[in-house]
């Protein structure tokens, strides 16, 4: 699924999926979520 943009959705999709998975895999170490914020926010 794709909004106007053709990305929004899939992309909140995904920060969603991951949110969730951490919250039931509370055990993950932190850095995986340092990293997706590096990630989506990289300067280009």
Known sequence: ???KNGHGIAITGIILFVINA???NNDL???I???LKK???KPD
């Open 22 to 24: 951490l919250q039931i």
């Open 1 to 3: 699924m794709t909004d």
């Open 29 to 31: 170490p932190i850095s």
């Open 39 to 41: 990630y989506i926010h």
């Open 33 to 35: 979520s340092s990293k």
